[in-house]
């Protein structure tokens, strides 16, 4: 268990033509002993990257990155103590699951060669060393249920297994802090739920800290004690699972976490309303006037009949029914809108149906102009 | 519904199939009528005009030598209509034998060729060339009867003529078979100006081995403007030179009937003994033999060497290029073979010869006179290469005329009545065998005279005692061979058959096959005729005594003699498989670990590092012949770059490929094949960049180092890579050739002949094709094992999979 802290961190490589790529911009980071962080984002926010600074496998350009409290910028990758989980597992296609799990251990041995062991006398010592090896394999496969394929190859198992086997070359030294680089998107949607809820169960077990990093929002939402939202080399927002939900600090997040992703239309607001293209909704508070963006999530949107009050004119244009709720897209005047119903209510919904859209304005987020547009 | 479209396609298929198979049947009848008109045409040419062709070579001589004869031969067409003349000069005289081999073994020799004295014994005992006998008889009558133009033998020296007898088993008497070009004799150039910076006499053309030695050893008191000490003189021990150099001491090699060697008696010893002497005991009086490039004909060019023999007239071409004193180089002059206890000298010489199945003999006669008459060899006499054989045209100015060096002409010709042809035993074996053993003791000096003698006898033993199939052996059964060939076809074509018929029913799945296999033909065939077809056929000559020269038929069937002999006694063989394996043993490992480690620094990103890589893969694509050149220079003993290298960091350098060629010769062979580590490096560049980045990053955050990474990681799934690379380079390392043939040519004795070196020996220039092809299924089956054992062995250790995802 440790801490990991991450103060005004940049990472700028040398683009194309002398050009300069801001990987990491400024990111700040405190993550707490035996905290489960999950940095999110699209592909090429920055996340794997200040991911792999904290493996020590990328030098950090500016800003300090602490482990414990202590400074680790050049501190090599073997001695910061952490374990890293690939995407593409990497395990040692030559060695069997259990060279494979000891390899960590084998390269920390003490008396690593048996001839210079014997030579200065330290063979018991090497003997016990090894014992305690395999012990500690042996510990480690039963935790995570490997213990029957021991001696197979990596190339005889299957994804979850090796997925499986990369976690257990990584808890096998007991190191500070574990990484995880995407180690969930190789496998197939059932397993990787399933592995998801393995993966949690064994932090509570390790009371580890572990820095993961995902560019599935939900997996990032069920697994993260923290969720560190990133976009362009820099953190969005970095609060709890529900608060990202329930409060996105701006508009970025508001878009990318939550599944289906929230309506944003792009307005003015005066009064207590909101008005895009000639058509106004209430949001529930007197504001000045200004342009910003009006969010509501799918599911806080309701159906209703044709010019009621408060509501907007819209075209069903499609209709996907999930069993309990059924999604409907929508064409309004406001643009493309979903709204997630419960399925009961959208039973009798076909397409080219004309219909109302209303929402509550407890439930409206509004955001300033700007893709990054902080919340209001 | 279904049926019908298969129909449609069939239909469309069948069409396009039709028209291909009518596109290939009316190729291949145009191909036969073509022939068949080329053969009609030919026999309707052949009433009007005969083609004669004519092979020669134009070494020394150059495209001098190259337009003297397309003159000559054009103004025959002029002189005769009707016969039209095709010329063919594949170069020097070494790619001229293999031509002729190789034209010979077709059955479609040239008319009308140059044939060098030494091959006369070889050539005549295999029945290749025809007697002339006939003609010149003819040609003393029509003299005799008045005519001017006839061609008149006493014209010629009479040693050259008898060059060019051969009485079955020695040339000198005999049937003649062919007409003396031109000759030379043998003597000694020497640098005028060293003569007079030392003050001593010039050589006069009856002087002696003492004369010679005490100049050479004057010489050697001298040192050139540079500093450089001036050496007395260099001698080559060239075959010839050699049993030339025995004469002036009255001794011999083998006897007049070549029967007996004679090369142990007293006075041969002695004579090469002091030899020996003048060179390895003595400081700077003859050139040391140590360095393979300051030897032979070009030494005499830089001044630092007084002397240089004994070379014939071929040289002076090239001496005429010595600028004058006053332009920095020398004046030169030439001096016959000085006299020992005894006055010899030897005649070389060429003729022009007719092949024995000529079928325009008439014709070839009246070029070969045409060619070897007056006007003929006075053009020749103009170029200098070479002393014309009518003693007419020699003593006239075409000769004679001194207005370029070498001044002393008449010294080639004062020689004439002591020299002699200087007979070999029709086998080719007895020259070479000579000539390796005599360099080792007499130039490189790694065996003593003694030594040398005991060697040349062992071998020359061996050789003698290996009579292939016995006195009788039967011929080859060809018959009985081509129907196994033909039987070997038929199972070919029941197995293809067998597998057509195995094939998945279904028409999709039958139709893809059939297409499959239309699409493999043009290679199956092509493989079956140029690959299986030659396989096969050496393996029936590796059990015969062919000689690659002449047809098959002349075959005889020697069983396992060839693969006994090999195997049990051949010390040559023995010695080129120890040399190739001793090659192998250094060169592999060393070489792929210097690859594989050039390749991990080359997979570093430095700025640049196409460039170092390209500069790397550069030796790889260079031609072999140039690159051979270059390292004889570097490996070179005396002033070689490398042993220079080694002199300033204190270290003696060996004789690479002199005294100490037996350590040091394969080896040498093994660091030139550093240099060309560039293509295996390619390969494990390639295999290298396919190890995921993530393996390394795993390591090293399980807390292996670099060298720890470069086991645990890289080796192991590099390990597909360097099975395929340490294959390729065990098989490459028993297939060098080129090196060896350029550099040394197998020199000293055989203690750099390679395995397949020694192949090429035994195939072309001692026409034994048999026992080479004998060889080459041993090579086989060595490599096959090498290459099993590996593969067996390191099933273990290698990693397959890596490179599979």
Redesign the interface.
């Known amino acids: 268990m440790a801490t990991v802290t991450l103060t005004k961190v940049d990472k700028v490589y040398a683009g194309a033509n002398g050009a300069e790529v801001r990987a990491v911009d400024g990111v700040d980071l405190a993550i707490r002993h035996g905290e489960f962080c999950v940095l999110v984002g699209p592909s090429g926010c920055g996340k794997s990257t200040t991911l792999r600074m904290i493996a020590g496998l990328e030098e950090i350009t500016a800003g300090v990155l602490e482990i414990d409290g202590a400074r680790v910028n050049d501190l090599p990758a073997k001695d910061r103590d952490i374990a890293f989980v690939f995407q593409n597992y990497a395990l040692y296609p030559h060695l069997t699951v259990g060279e494979n799990i000891a390899f960590g251990l084998e390269t920390r041995r003490t008396h690593r060669s048996a001839l210079a062991a014997a030579l200065s006398g330290a063979a018991g010592a090497r003997a016990a060393e090894t014992a305690e090896i395999k012990t500690r394999v042996a510990e480690v496969s039963k935790t995570l249920g490997l213990d029957t394929l021991l001696h197979r190859y990596p190339r005889e198992l299957s994804g979850g297994q090796r997925q499986r086997v990369a976690v257990g070359r990584a808890i096998a030294r007991d190191p500070k802090v574990f990484l995880f680089d995407e180690p969930l998107s190789n496998l197939d949607a059932r397993l990787r739920i399933e592995t998801r809820t393995e993966l949690r169960m064994l932090h509570r077990r390790l009371g580890a800290t572990i820095v993961y990093v995902t560019h599935d929002q939900e997996e990032a939402m069920t697994l993260a004690d923290r969720l560190v939202v990133m976009h362009k080399g820099k953190i969005q927002q970095n609060a709890s699972a529900q608060e990202c939900y329930d409060l996105p600090a701006n508009r970025f997040v508001a878009g990318f976490i939550g599944t289906p992703p929230m309506n944003i239309v792009d307005g003015r607001v005066e009064g207590g309303e909101f008005e895009s293209n000639g058509v106004r909704m209430p949001v529930g508070r007197l504001m000045a006037p200004r342009s910003c963006a009006l969010g509501v999530r799918p599911d806080r949107m309701r159906l209703v009949r044709p010019n009621s009050d408060h509501s907007i004119a819209a075209t069903v244009a499609a209709v996907e029914r999930l069993g309990d709720r059924t999604d409907i897209a929508l064409d309004s005047p406001w643009g493309r809108l979903l709204a997630r119903v419960n399925a009961d209510d959208a039973a009798h919904v076909r397409e080219t149906d004309a219909v109302g859209v209303a929402f509550d304005a407890a439930h409206v987020h509004l955001f300033a102009p700007g893709e990054c547009g902080a919340r209001i | 519904m279904p049926d019908d479209r298969a129909g449609t396609r069939w239909t469309l298929g069948f069409a396009v199939r039709a028209m291909l198979a009518a596109v290939a049947a009316l190729l291949v009848v145009a191909a036969f009528a073509r022939v068949t008109y080329r053969a009609v045409a030919r026999t309707d040419a052949d009433a009007a005009e005969i083609v004669l062709t004519v092979m020669h070579w134009s070494g020394e001589g150059g495209q001098e030598e190259d337009k003297i004869v397309e003159d000559s031969l054009r103004a025959f067409e002029a002189a005769n209509p009707g016969v039209r003349v095709k010329r063919l000069n594949p170069g020097d005289a070494g790619s001229f034998y293999t031509k002729l081999q190789t034209m010979m073994a077709a059955g479609e020799p040239p008319d009308v060729f140059y044939v060098g004295y030494e091959r006369l014994a070889n050539f005549a005992s295999l029945d290749l060339l025809r007697p002339i006998d006939e003609f010149v008889a003819r040609e003393e009558a029509a003299r005799a009867a008045g005519d001017a133009t006839a061609l008149d033998l006493a014209a010629f020296y009479p040693q050259t003529v008898d060059a060019f007898r051969f009485d079955g088993s020695r040339v000198g008497t005999g049937t003649l078979y062919g007409v003396p070009k031109d000759f030379t004799t043998v003597g000694f150039y020497y640098n005028k100006d060293l003569f007079r910076a030392a003050g001593i006499p010039f050589p006069t053309n009856d002087w002696t081995w003492d004369d010679f030695i005490a100049k050479a050893r004057a010489l050697s008191k001298l040192k050139a403007k540079d500093g450089e000490p001036i050496t007395g003189s260099e001698f080559v021990t060239w075959p010839v030179m050699v049993r030339t150099y025995l004469r002036t001491e009255g001794a011999e090699a083998i006897d007049d009937a070549l029967e007996e060697i004679r090369i142990e008696e007293p006075n041969a010893v002695r004579a090469l003994e002091t030899l020996r002497a003048w060179r390895h005991d003595e400081e700077g009086t003859l050139t040391s033999g140590k360095s393979r490039i300051a030897t032979g004909a070009s030494v005499f060019l830089g001044g630092k060497v007084g002397m240089a023999g004994p070379f014939g007239r071929w040289v002076v071409p090239s001496y005429r290029g010595i600028p004058s004193p006053a332009d920095g180089g020398f004046e030169w002059d030439f001096a016959p073979l000085p006299r020992g206890s005894a006055e010899a000298n030897c005649v070389l010489t060429v003729s022009w010869s007719m092949a024995r199945d000529t079928p325009h003999p008439e014709e070839s006669w009246k070029l070969i006179k045409w060619l070897t008459n007056a006007e003929s060899q006075a053009a020749n006499a103009r170029l200098g290469l070479a002393i014309p054989t009518m003693k007419s045209v020699a003593e006239s100015p075409a000769f004679l005329d001194a207005t370029l060096p070498p001044a002393n002409n008449q010294g080639y010709l004062d020689a004439i009545p002591e020299a002699t042809v200087i007979a070999w035993p029709a086998d080719p074996t007895f020259e070479q065998i000579f000539g390796s053993t005599m360099d080792r003791g007499l130039k490189t000096g790694d065996l003593t005279v003694r030594e040398a003698i005991d060697e040349f006898n062992a071998k020359w033993r061996t050789h003698v005692e290996f009579v292939p199939g016995g006195m009788n052996p039967p011929p080859v059964a060809w018959s009985r061979w081509s129907a196994i060939g033909i039987a070997a076809l038929g199972a070919f074509a029941a197995a293809f058959a067998l597998l057509l018929l195995r094939a998945p029913k279904g028409m999709n799945a039958r139709r893809e096959e059939r297409a499959g296999f239309l699409l493999a033909s043009p290679w199956v065939v092509g493989f079956l005729l140029f690959m299986a077809f030659p396989i096969l056929l050496s393996l029936v000559l590796s059990m015969t005594n062919w000689k690659g020269i002449g047809p098959l038929a002349s075959a005889d069937w020697v069983g396992t003699d060839n693969y006994a002999q090999l195997l049990s006694r051949d010390a040559r063989f023995h010695t080129s498989f120890k040399v190739t394996l001793y090659y192998a043993l250094l060169a592999v490992p060393v070489g792929q670990m210097l690859a594989l480690l050039a390749a991990v620094v080359m997979m570093q990103k430095v700025r640049g590092i196409a460039f170092f890589r390209a500069a790397w893969y550069l030796p790889s694509v260079l031609a072999g012949v140039g690159v051979a050149i270059l390292w004889r220079w570097i490996f070179d003993s005396e002033g070689g770059l490398l042993n220079r290298a080694l002199e300033v960091v204190g270290i003696a350098g060996p004789e690479w490929f002199g005294k100490d060629a037996a350590a040091f010769g394969a080896p040498a062979f093994a660091i030139m094949s550093f240099w060309l580590v560039g293509g295996s490096m390619m390969v494990y560049l390639a295999g290298l960049q396919q190890i ?1 980045r ?2 390394y ?9 670099p060298v ?1 990474r470069f086991f ?2 890289t080796i ?2 590099l ?1 597909p890579v360097i099975l395929f690379n340490l294959i390729m380079a065990v098989i490459g390392s028993f297939q060098v050739f080129t090196q060896a043939f350029v550099m040394t040519g197998g020199e000293p004795g055989d203690l750099t002949r390679f395995y397949v070196l020694y192949l090429y020996n035994k195939a072309f220039e001692l026409y034994d094709m048999g026992y080479a092809s004998a060889m080459a299924w041993i090579l086989l089956l060595i490599v096959l094992v090498l290459t099993g054992v590996i593969l067996k062995t390191s099933a273990r250790v290698v ?1 397959y ?2 490179l ?1 995802k």
């Open positions: 995921p993530e393996l990053e795993a390591a090293e955050i399980d807390g292996a180092g720890r645990r990681v192991p799934m390990s990693y999979e890596s599979r």
